[in-house]
C-alpha cells in the first residue's frame, strides 16, 4: 500500500468543493471562450488553427493553481512564444524528429529559466512546432503569432477577469508580510524562530525549482510556527491577564474628552462602546495625530493641527469619537488561550486587543506589554529544574 501511494501520489492538502468548482468552472469557460476567438479568426483564414491543445494545461495551471509562479502572465505569454520561437527554429535546421524534439525541449526550458518564465505547457508548445506536421511547418514563425500569441493573451484575459470574479487575486500577489513600523526591524511574527536569511539559504542548497511563491512559502512555515507555540506554549487565558477596570468611551462623546482621558490615565488606546457596552471601535493616539477630520466632503483638521491641539491638551469643538475611531474592532473572548492573543498581536500587527463577553460587551483589554509580563512571568514560574535540564 505504501508503494501504491507513492505511485498514485497524495494531494498537498485538502481542496474544498468551491475551490474545485472554481477550477473547473475557470477552465471550461477559459478554454471554451478562447477557442470560439479562435474560431473566428480561423474564420478569415482556414489554413489557421482555431485552438492548439497546449492551451488545456495552460488552462490546468491558470485557474486550478493560479497562485503558482508559473501560471503568473510572463509565464504564459513569455514561455509560450520563446518555446514557439526556438521549436520553429530547430524545426528548420534539424531534420531529424527525434533528435528536433529534444533540443527543443532542452533549449525552450534552458531559456525559460534564464528568463525566469517556466511555463510547463509551453514545452508542448515546442513539440508542436516540431511535430505539427506540413501545415504547421508551412506557417513559419507565423506560428508564434498564431495560434501561439494569439490563444496565449486570450486565455490570460481570460484568466484575469474569471479568477477575479471568482474571488481570486489574479495575477497572484505575494503574501502581505505583517504592517511593520517603516524601520530595519522585521515584523513581530518575523523576530521568532527562523530567519529569511535562512530560508534563502536552504532554497538555494535545495537547488530546485517550488511550484510556490518565496514569499508565500515564508508565510506558511511562519504561520505552522505560531501555530505550533499556541499549541504548545503557556497555559494561561486571556482572562487571567487583561485590565478588567477598563476606561472606554462612547463613539458620541467628544474628542477632548477622549483625549483628556487618555491623559489622565496615561493611556494610549480607549476602547468604544455602544450604551449596551457592547465594543464598536477603538481610538488610540495613533488615531488623534494620523487621522484628519471630514467635513462637507474636505478635511478640516490635519494631522499637524491635530498634534498642536494635543499639546494644548484640546481638541476642536463639534468633532467626536466616531470620527476618528478604527472599526470594526478585532476582539477576543476572555477564555481564549493568551497564545491566540500572541498570534494575533503577531499577524495583524496590533497593540492592544479588547477583550469581549457574552454578547460582545466589554469585560477586559489585553496589550502586548501586559502579554510579555505575563509571558515572562510564566517561563520563569515554570523554569526547568536541574534535574529536569540534566534529563
Known amino acids: ?148 500569441l494569439g490563444n496565449s493573451l486570450t486565455l490570460l484575459l481570460l484568466a484575469i477577469i474569471l479568477n477575479n470574479l471568482a474571488g481570486r487575486r489574479y495575477p497572484h500577489a505575494p503574501a502581505t508580510p505583517s504592517p511593520s513600523h517603516g524601520t530595519k526591524d522585521p515584523p513581530p511574527s518575523g523576530r ?49 491577564v487583561m485590565s478588567r477596570d477598563v476606561i472606554a468611551v462612547s463613539p458620541d462623546d467628544p474628542l477632548g474628552k477622549a483625549h483628556q482621558s487618555m491623559r489622565n490615565h496615561r493611556l494610549k488606546a480607549l476602547p468604544v462602546t455602544n450604551e449596551k457596552a457592547e465594543v464598536v471601535g477603538i481610538v488610540t493616539q495613533t488615531d488623534f495625530l494620523d487621522k484628519p477630520i471630514w467635513t462637507g466632503g474636505r478635511p478640516t483638521i490635519g494631522p499637524r493641527q491635530r498634534l498642536r491641539l494635543m499639546m494644548q491638551g484640546a481638541t476642536a469643538p463639534n468633532h467626536i469619537v466616531r470620527d476618528i475611531m478604527t472599526a470594526p474592532v478585532r476582539t477576543i473572548e476572555p477564555s481564549a488561550p493568551l497564545n491566540d492573543a500572541v498570534v494575533m498581536f503577531a499577524e495583524e500587527g496590533l497593540h492592544y486587543l479588547p477583550i469581549v463577553g457574552e454578547n460582545g460587551k466589554l469585560v477586559g483589554i489585553l496589550s502586548q506589554s501586559d502579554v510579555l509580563v505575563a509571558m515572562l512571568s510564566d517561563r520563569a514560574t515554570h523554569a526547568p529544574t536541574e534535574h529536569e535540564k540534566g534529563a
Do not use: K
Open 192 to 240: 521568532i524562530g527562523f530567519r529569511r536569511e535562512d530560508l534563502d539559504a536552504v532554497l538555494r542548497d535545495y537547488d530546485q525549482v517550488l511550484d510556490i511563491d518565496r514569499s508565500d512559502l515564508e508565510t506558511i512555515i511562519r504561520l505552522t510556527e505560531l501555530r505550533s507555540y499556541r499549541q504548545r506554549a503557556s497555559h494561561l487565558t486571556c482572562a487571567d
Open 1 to 148: 500500500m505504501h508503494i501504491l501511494n507513492r505511485l498514485i501520489g497524495q494531494a498537498p492538502n485538502p481542496i474544498s468543493m468551491r475551490e474545485r468548482l472554481r477550477s473547473a468552472g475557470g477552465a471550461l469557460l477559459g478554454i471554451s471562450l478562447t477557442g470560439l476567438g479562435g474560431s473566428l479568426v480561423a474564420g478569415f483564414e482556414p489554413s489557421l488553427p482555431a485552438l492548439i491543445a497546449p492551451m488545456g494545461a495552460s488552462a490546468v495551471l491558470l485557474f486550478a493553481v493560479p497562485s503558482s509562479p508559473l501560471a503568473q502572465p510572463w509565464s504564459i505569454l513569455g514561455g509560450n512564444i520563446l518555446s514557439a520561437t526556438v521549436g520553429v527554429t530547430v524545426a528548420a535546421l534539424v531534420p531529424d524528429p527525434a533528435l528536433a524534439s529534444g533540443l527543443a525541449i532542452g533549449i525552450a526550458i534552458a531559456a525559460m529559466m534564464a528568463l525566469r518564465c517556466l511555463h510547463p505547457p509551453s514545452g508542448a508548445i515546442a513539440l508542436t512546432a516540431v511535430l505539427g506536421g506540413p501545415s504547421i511547418h508551412a506557417m513559419g514563425y507565423g506560428f508564434v503569432l498564431w495560434p501561439v
